[in-house]
């Protein structure tokens, strides 16, 4: 069985056919349509022909015990989790299988794609899913934690919210109650925030330090948190430090009622109140009483939106100075 892209279907089969006259060579594509593929998947599975020169539509759901070689051609063009389901389309029986995975030379291959090949390498055992799904994220990355580079259902939600509706539907299974007190907070502050490689190699470990990240809700369980850290991996790299302030300015604005934080390039800071009118009142008054920075107030609804200007240089002095802002309102 030889996986390639469609246009080369062709080329490679009279290439084949050159090289093993014998062979009886059929291919299949996702151009084609549904009865044809059915009737050239049955005929392969049937053993009326030797080689199938297929696209990657194969990658799930067939299965056909009696192959036992697989070549994927450009491997360095494809996914983890993709090369992983690829590579399990052989050895699904007791006979001795072989996956050939085709790439140009080592010098012209990028590095995050020979980060997935050695992935791919390593983990070979029985019921490695689970890792490599882990590997997979790790290199394409989770995305900023508590920003907007995501992917996927995590895009659509945040990854720390997306751990906790994970925890809410663990719960829902046990018969418990999913927690539903603490509110979300989205940020939109460009900073960069993250665990970078380099100062947790594991990626296990990365994304339990992220997890437990996602779990807590106050400044004291994040010293505590922070500690523990700093004593396993060492002083926080720049990075790392931003994603602790950031966590912190969701606390504050958690506490004030404000479920989003926006920090502009230009140094325009907005606040987004919502919730009974009452409380949202009681908020802003307090907010703009105690702080120095002046506010505009802008009715939105359903929302109440505070701008305002800070007067920090770069990004990170501009974060500090939100967190301070908003630290000051004694209902922080």
């Given amino acids: 069985m030889s996986i390639t892209g469609s246009k080369n279907l062709e080329v490679l089969r009279e290439r084949i056919a050159g090289l093993v006259p014998r062979a009886r060579i059929i291919s299949a594509h996702g151009q084609m349509n549904e009865k044809e593929l059915e009737s050239i998947m049955k005929a392969f599975v049937a053993g009326r022909y030797d080689v199938l020169i297929s696209t990657v539509i194969i990658e799930n759901g067939l299965d056909i015990p009696n192959v036992n070689t697989i070549i994927v051609n450009r491997a360095d063009a494809m996914g983890l989790s993709q090369l992983y389901q690829l590579r399990g389309r052989v050895g699904r029986s007791s006979e001795q299988a072989y996956a ?7 010098r012209e291959v990028a590095e995050d794609s020979l980060i997935r090949l050695r992935a791919l ?27 907007t580079r995501q992917h996927g259902f995590i895009a659509a939600v945040g990854f720390e919210l997306y751990c906790r509706l994970l925890q809410d539907a663990v719960r829902e299974v046990k018969g418990e109650k999913p927690d539903t007190k603490i509110p979300e907070v989205k940020l939109e502050i460009p900073v960069e925030a993250y665990i970078p490689n380099d100062y947790i190699a594991d990626g296990t470990a990365r994304i339990e330090v992220y997890q437990e990240l996602s779990s807590i809700a106050t400044n004291d369980a994040l010293a505590e948190l922070e500690k523990t850290i700093a004593d396993r991996f060492g002083p926080f790299p720049e990075s790392v430090g931003a994603l602790m302030l950031l966590m912190r300015i969701k606390f504050a604005a958690r506490s004030l009622g404000v479920t989003r934080v926006s920090i502009q390039t230009n140094g325009t800071l907005s606040l987004f109140f919502e919730g009974e009118a009452d409380a ?18 802008v009715d939105a609804p359903p929302q109440v939106v505070l701008r305002g200007r800070l007067s920090g240089n770069g990004k990170k002095e501009m974060a500090q100075e939100a967190l301070g802002i908003m630290s000051q309102n004694p209902c922080a």
């Fill in 100 to 106: 050939f995975l085709l790439t140009p030379p080592t």
């Fill in 280 to 297: 949202v009142r009681k908020n802003i008054f307090s907010l703009m009483h105690s702080s120095k920075t002046p506010f505009n107030v």
């Fill in 121 to 147: 390498e390593q983990y070979t055992e029985l019921g490695s899913g689970f890792q490599i799904a882990m590997r997979d994220l790790e290199i394409r990355g989770a995305g900023n934690l508590l920003g």
